[in-house]
């Protein structure tokens, strides 16, 4: 019996090499392993907690499918499907939400981070409380119960195990802890998931390398359907650093080691080893080279994608069929859970 490992990526615009180094690249390790059967989703739900266009949504719902199937995931190894298609996960998520107080919902990091964006404050510290409490007042219900929807996304498949990167902790904990709450009410029913720790480098922006790369700032950001020639071109833009050393100093250089960094996820190599192969030469050099790597790396991956969307059937039969799939298993865990609290009569 396989482990069930349960993970989705919100439809919110082009993915960039933090998205892929942070879930896809890993996504597909899981997936080839052998050790997990594998819930890959499109969170179209949570995307909505942004208030988005909804052509745009719906364009960005079919590039995500692309991008799931060109980077190597496999409807006969995983089931990938749309969030929004399991209709019995709003049933579980409203019967958790009982369970979890509104002040908890709004002291979590990743809610807080939404409001300081809010403001356009760096961090928490520059926001005052008064400032922090109208924002929270003014703030859409979805942001706050976002969590809860993320743990009714993982139980309800009776997800073992989660891959994440530190920043989404919290919320996994969150949704360990709902699962004990339920299970200590009304008898064993969901599985405590278990976090996967994805170790992957902090990939950064590529103009203010002391600021995360973000998708909102797309001249700063390398994004994997990027082609050959404006992958160039943001390379060679990329901020570098005083002196013409390629040294892995993030203090000191942190424009030349997020570079490092990316070259060093993306090509295999060690940071030592890269730093001695360029030793003497010019950042120039370093950048076109790097650019190659880039380029020739997600070559497949462009075309493949490029090709995935002259097909929109395609795509839709294959999130329809693992829609379904995950609905089946869902469906059959929401009918467990609601005999549990009592209103199947």
Not at 116 to 132: M, P, V, W
Not at 229 to 239: L, N, V
Not at 315 to 336: M, P, Q
Request: charged share 30%; net charge positive.
């Amino acid at each position: 019996m396989k482990l069930v490992l349960v993970s989705g990526i919100q439809p919110t615009g082009r993915l960039h090499i933090g998205n892929y180094l942070g879930a896809l690249k890993n996504f597909v390790e899981l997936q080839n392993s052998g050790k997990y059967q594998c819930y890959f989703f499109i969170a179209d739900l949570h995307a909505l907690t942004e208030n988005p266009d909804p052509d745009e949504l719906h364009k960005n719902i079919l590039s995500l499918a692309a991008d799931f199937l060109a980077v190597g995931l496999n409807p006969k190894k995983s089931t990938i499907f749309q969030q929004s298609q399991v209709k019995v996960l709003q049933e579980l998520k409203w019967i958790l939400s009982p369970l979890v107080p509104v002040s908890e919902l709004t002291r979590m990091t990743a809610f807080k981070e939404k409001i300081t964006q809010k403001l356009n404050h760096k961090d928490e510290q520059e926001t005052t409380k008064e400032e922090f409490d109208k924002i929270v007042e003014e703030s859409n219900m979805g942001l706050a119960e976002y969590p809860v929807l993320m743990a009714a996304d993982i139980l309800i498949y009776d997800g073992q195990f989660v891959p994440v990167g530190n920043d989404q902790l919290q919320h996994l904990e969150l949704a360990r802890t709902i699962a004990r709450k339920f299970n200590k009410k009304f008898g064993k029913t969901f599985v405590e998931p278990q976090p996967l720790m994805t170790l992957t480098p902090r990939i950064m922006s590529l103009k203010n390398p002391e600021k995360k790369m973000s998708k909102s700032q797309p001249e700063s950001c390398l994004f994997i359907d990027d082609s050959p020639e404006t992958i160039k071109e943001k390379i060679a833009r990329a901020t570098t650093d005083s002196g013409s050393e390629i040294i892995y100093n993030p203090k000191t250089k942190p424009g030349i080691s997020n570079l490092l960094d990316i070259y060093a996820a993306i090509s295999g190599k060690e940071i030592h080893e890269i730093s001695k192969e360029f030793s003497g030469e010019k950042y120039s050099k370093f950048k076109n080279r790097l650019a190659e790597v880039m380029s020739d790396h997600f070559a497949v991956f462009r075309e493949t994608k490029k090709k995935l969307l002259t097909s929109e059937k395609k795509l839709k039969t294959v999130l329809s069929a693992g829609s379904k799939k995950a609905a089946k298993v869902a469906n059959k865990k929401i009918i467990e859970v609601k005999k549990k609290i009592g209103v199947v009569l």
